[in-house]
């Protein structure tokens, strides 16, 4: 496969991309994108990828690596256009004066507002928890221990145990948003 990519074997190229486009734009489509920005960030991401590829940058283990490397590149591309000031909504405010009696920025206590209020409201959510799941993301998050050493804490394989974890971030998710 990488002696096909760096000969730019057309047909090589062409199935690594229509093989991983559509998982590309389902992850754009759902994180608040639209088909053209999907094609945009895919085409960069395929870019990015086939010169890495032949500039020896990345180390192909097998064709499944590749598949992996270009959803990443994409999912990454995706993460920085969402960050980035053309992303984010700005709205002018009519020129006004501002007394500036504090040496905080106004934007930074909305921030501080913002956060405080999201933070009440996850653990707000958190209280709403069966007592199992507030059990694993204690240990978890506030007392910070490795997945390993929380599924020995709870007899359970460390495999379960992550899945344990996401159903769990899963439902404080469903009841932070019902709040």
Same mark, same amino acid.
């Given at each position: 496969?990488?002696?096909?990519?760096?000969?730019?074997?057309?047909?090589?190229?062409?199935?690594?991309? &229509?093989? !991983?486009? @559509?998982?590309? #734009?389902?992850?754009?489509?759902?994180?608040?994108?639209?088909? $053209?920005?999907?094609? /945009? =960030?895919?085409?960069?991401?395929?870019?990015?990828?086939?010169?890495?590829?032949?500039?020896?940058?990345?180390?192909?283990?097998?064709?499944?690596?590749?598949?992996?490397?270009?959803?990443?590149?994409?999912?990454?591309?995706?993460?920085?256009?969402?960050?980035?000031?053309?992303?984010?909504? &700005?709205? !002018?405010? @009519?020129?006004? #004066?501002?007394?500036?009696?504090?040496?905080?920025?106004?934007? $930074?206590?909305?921030? /501080? =507002?913002?956060?405080?209020?999201?933070?009440?409201?996850?653990?707000?959510?958190?209280?709403?928890?069966?007592?199992?799941?507030?059990?694993?993301?204690?240990?978890?998050?506030?007392?910070?221990?490795?997945?390993?050493?929380?599924?020995?804490?709870?007899?359970?394989?460390?495999?379960?145990?992550?899945?344990?974890?996401?159903?769990?971030?899963?439902?404080?998710?469903?009841?932070?948003?019902?709040?």
């Amino acid at each position: 496969m990488v002696t096909a990519i760096q000969s730019n074997d057309q047909v090589a190229l062409k199935s690594i991309y &229509t093989l !991983n486009y @559509p998982k590309v #734009e389902a992850y754009i489509l759902k994180n608040s994108g639209s088909k $053209e920005q999907a094609k /945009d =960030i895919y085409q960069d991401a395929f870019v990015a990828v086939w010169s890495n590829i032949k500039s020896g940058k990345f180390e192909v283990r097998s064709e499944s690596s590749i598949n992996g490397y270009l959803y990443t590149i994409s999912k990454n591309k995706w993460l920085d256009y969402l960050r980035s000031k053309h992303y984010k909504k &700005t709205t !002018n405010l @009519p020129n006004q #004066e501002f007394n500036n009696h504090s040496d905080v920025n106004i934007d $930074e206590k909305d921030d /501080d =507002i913002l956060k405080e209020k999201r933070l009440e409201n996850v653990m707000q959510a958190f209280k709403g928890l069966a007592s199992g799941c507030k059990t694993l993301l204690t240990k978890f998050y506030f007392e910070k221990k490795s997945m390993e050493t929380i599924a020995e804490e709870l007899n359970l394989d460390p495999a379960s145990t992550r899945n344990k974890k996401y159903r769990c971030m899963q439902k404080l998710r469903e009841i932070a948003l019902k709040n």
